[in-house]
């Protein structure tokens, strides 16, 4: 049972040095690097500030809103219309939220091809270290 | 579902910021992306072995968070921002992968950028001689070179847990998979490198 323990200890000190090695490269960032994230920084920012703008409108959902949900309180009450499905919860729109981002993966079908090979490959290397 | 992608969800309702809250807000963003956007250029950096490549992309991840999510909660960044950016990544390793195939099919070298040398630029650090500076770069090139030959889950779960210190449920959120994906990716990833890294490395 000691070479588990090993091996494990191995795989953090593998760890603990690629970590180390990684936070000595980001140190290591050239001023041109850091002037250049700076700007990208500014920049999106400046997109941030831009949807602000675009949320000033968003104060006028809640009257929006409110002739949304008077409209759906009419066709609630008009019977044969089955409204039933209305209710979003907190937990769908995080699926929304993500898949907001697969969506955009799933405009390209050669995507999915390249991801489907790399999980092949993934799958073949896998088998090489199983042993 | 993890606790963290319970709070996630319970915090998720947008909010609108007016005044000082929203200058408020703009300076929490700036704190985020001034935090984090090292350390996502060299991930992003290892990922495509080309360090004008990973500004543009971690440029493109820092509006969309800006553009789409900074009225989320701010707990939300972190796993949100890296979802983006590994999208990112993954859509220049498939144009990449597109345009070799263009490429060869016109008969000309696709243009592989793997002699790419993305340490060589940066500035001396203070505190150490020339020889350990060299032995530092090498030993990070030799990861790079082992990170880049991992599949792409794999490099995505060693990376997101261990360089950026998310939590398996935030990179199970960042990376769009399981957390029971992210271990099996990350173990894989760990015995890969011991594997082509060898003793001596450590």
Request: hydrophobic share 40%; proline share 3%.
């Amino acid at each position: 049972m000691k070479e588990p323990d090993n091996t494990e200890r191995d795989d953090g000190e593998l760890a603990k040095r690629a970590r180390q090695l990684f936070d000595e490269s980001v140190q290591e960032l050239d001023a041109e690097t850091l002037s250049r994230l700076n700007r990208s920084r500014q920049r999106a920012l400046a997109h941030a500030k831009g949807s602000g703008a675009q949320a000033a409108w968003l104060r006028w959902t809640p009257v929006a809103a409110a002739a949304v949900a008077a409209a759906a309180v009419v066709i609630v009450l008009n019977p044969g219309n089955g409204v039933d499905e209305l209710p979003r919860t907190t937990a769908s729109d995080l699926e929304l939220l993500l898949a907001e981002e697969e969506l955009e993966m799933l405009e390209d079908l050669e995507f999915y091809r390249w991801m489907a090979l790399e999980e092949t490959a993934e799958a073949t290397g896998q088998d090489d270290h199983v042993g | 579902m993890s606790a963290f992608a319970a709070s996630f969800a319970v915090s998720s309702a947008h909010n609108s910021y007016t005044g000082a809250a929203a200058l408020q807000r703009e300076q929490e963003l700036n704190r985020f992306l001034q935090d984090v956007e090292k350390r996502a250029l060299r991930i992003a950096e290892v990922s495509v072995r080309d360090r004008d490549e990973a500004l543009d992309i971690v440029q493109e991840a820092m509006i969309k968070l800006a553009r789409k999510y900074a009225m989320r909660a701010v707990d939300e960044w972190t796993p949100l921002f890296y979802r983006i950016l590994q999208n990112g990544v993954r859509d220049w390793h498939r144009r990449r992968a597109l345009r070799n195939r263009v490429m060869a099919w016109f008969g000309t070298p696709g243009g592989d950028d793997d002699d790419c040398d993305p340490v060589a630029a940066a500035a001396d650090p203070a505190g150490r001689t020339p020889d350990e500076q060299l032995q530092q770069r090498e030993a990070m090139k030799t990861l790079e070179r082992a990170l880049a030959a991992l599949p792409l889950r794999q490099r995505e779960a060693f990376m997101l847990r261990n360089f950026e210190g998310l939590d398996v449920a935030g990179t199970a959120l960042a990376m769009g998979c399981s957390t029971g994906s992210v271990k099996t990716h990350y173990s894989r990833a760990v015995h890969s490198l011991r594997e082509s890294l060898g003793e001596h490395w450590q």
